[in-house]
C-alpha cells in the first residue's frame, strides 16, 4: 500500500479537478504530476483526518458534492501556451477535456465505462478506470495542513492558504488565493521543488467552480467516428500514423528524436503517438475550429478514415473546450 501511494504522490496533480492533465510536450513524468495519480483511484487513498483551512474546506466540498464544473486555465515556467481545462462531474458520470495548442483530448466515464479520447488525431481507447485526480481532495484525504499565513504582495488583494507536501526527493508548495470579499478561490499556484532541478511553478486561475452538471458533455460520440489503434492491423495504424504525420508536418528527424523509427509506426501504442503529435506537431492555420457545433463533438468532415491514410482523411484541429489540462499534470 505504501508503494502504491508514493506512486501516486509522484503521478500527476496539474489542475484543481480529476484531470489527467500532464505536460504532453514530455515522454518523461514531471515533479508537476506529485500529488496524486490516476494510477489509483482517489477512494483508494488511505484517509485522515481533514486539515484544510477554512476556505480551502469550502471548496473540498464542493468537490464532495459529486456535482460540479470546473474550468480553469494552466500557465507555467515550462509551459508555452496556456491550457485550457474543464472538468464535468455529476455521480459516477465524469468528463474532462483539455484544450492545448494543436487542439483538445479528454476523458470521460460514463455506463459503467471509461474512455480516453484525443480530438487532434481521431482515435480513442477503453480505459480501466478514470484519471480520479483530485489535488483538494488528496490533501484532505492526506491530512496534509496549511502551513500558516502567507506574507506576499498579493496578500493584500487576496487571502491566501499555504500547503507544503514533502515527498522523498521533492518538495510541492501551493498557495490558494481566495477573494477577499466572498472567499471564493480565484487562483493557486503550486511550485514543484527537485533535487538537482529548477522549480516548476504552474498556475491555474479558476474561470468557473460552480455545483452544476452539463450532462449533454457525457456521451462516448468517438467510438462510432474516431479510430480504436487496438482494432487496427499493421498495415491499417501505419497508414493512419503515417496520415497523422504528414497532416501535423511531423518530419523523420522528429522521428528520430522520440526513438521512432518508421517501421515502428505499425506498432506505435495511443500514448507514444499521443506525445509525438502534441510534442512535434505544427499547429493548422486553421486549428482554433471555434465553428464546432458542440465542444463534445467535433464536425465528422474532421475526423480522420482509417481506409485513406492522406492528409484530407486527418482532423485539421479540435475544437476549444469552452474552458483549459490540463493536460499536465491524471492535475485539479
Avoid at 510536450?25 to 489509483?40: D, K, L, T, Y
Avoid at 475526423?303 to 479540435?318: H, I, K, M, Q, T
Wanted: proline share 3%.
Amino acid at each position: 500500500m505504501i508503494k502504491k501511494l508514493v506512486s501516486a504522490l509522484c503521478a500527476a496533480a496539474v489542475c484543481l479537478c480529476l484531470v489527467s492533465c500532464k505536460d504532453s510536450s514530455s515522454s518523461e513524468e514531471s515533479p508537476a504530476e506529485s500529488i496524486v495519480s490516476s494510477e489509483m483511484p482517489e477512494s483508494a487513498l488511505p484517509a485522515a483526518e481533514s486539515r484544510l483551512g477554512n476556505r480551502l474546506q469550502k471548496v473540498a466540498d464542493i468537490y464532495k458534492s459529486g456535482r460540479y464544473t470546473l474550468e480553469c486555465t494552466l500557465t507555467g515556467n515550462q509551459i508555452e501556451d496556456e491550457i485550457k481545462i474543464r472538468c464535468v462531474a455529476d455521480g459516477e458520470r465524469k468528463y474532462i477535456l483539455q484544450t492545448e495548442r494543436l487542439g483538445s483530448h479528454g476523458s470521460v466515464s460514463i455506463n459503467g465505462k471509461c474512455y480516453d479520447f484525443d480530438n487532434v488525431c481521431g482515435m480513442y481507447r477503453q480505459t480501466e478506470s478514470f484519471p480520479e485526480v483530485n489535488l483538494i481532495a488528496a490533501l484532505e484525504r492526506l491530512g496534509v495542513a496549511q502551513s500558516g499565513t502567507v506574507n506576499a504582495p498579493e496578500s493584500d488583494i487576496y487571502d491566501i492558504e499555504q500547503y507544503v507536501y514533502t515527498g522523498g526527493t521533492y518538495m510541492t508548495v501551493m498557495e490558494f488565493c481566495f477573494d477577499k470579499k466572498d472567499g471564493h478561490l480565484v487562483k493557486y499556484t503550486t511550485r514543484y521543488n527537485v533535487e538537482g532541478k529548477d522549480d516548476i511553478v504552474e498556475t491555474r486561475v479558476i474561470d468557473k467552480l460552480e455545483q452544476t452538471a452539463d450532462s449533454s458533455v457525457f456521451n462516448a460520440y468517438f467510438t462510432d467516428e474516431f479510430v480504436d489503434l487496438s482494432t487496427l492491423s499493421e498495415d491499417g495504424r501505419d497508414g493512419f500514423c503515417r496520415g497523422l504525420c504528414a497532416s501535423w508536418g511531423i518530419t523523420t528527424e522528429e522521428l528520430f528524436e522520440m526513438g521512432i523509427s518508421s517501421a515502428d509506426l505499425k506498432k506505435i501504442d495511443y500514448d507514444t503517438l499521443f506525445r509525438l503529435i502534441y510534442t512535434y506537431g505544427k499547429s493548422h492555420a486553421h486549428a482554433d475550429d471555434s465553428s464546432a457545433p458542440d465542444e463534445s463533438r467535433p464536425d465528422d468532415s474532421s475526423l480522420p478514415d482509417e481506409s485513406r491514410p492522406d492528409d484530407s482523411s486527418l482532423p485539421d484541429g479540435s475544437r476549444p473546450d469552452g474552458s483549459s489540462i490540463s493536460d499536465d499534470n491524471k492535475t485539479e
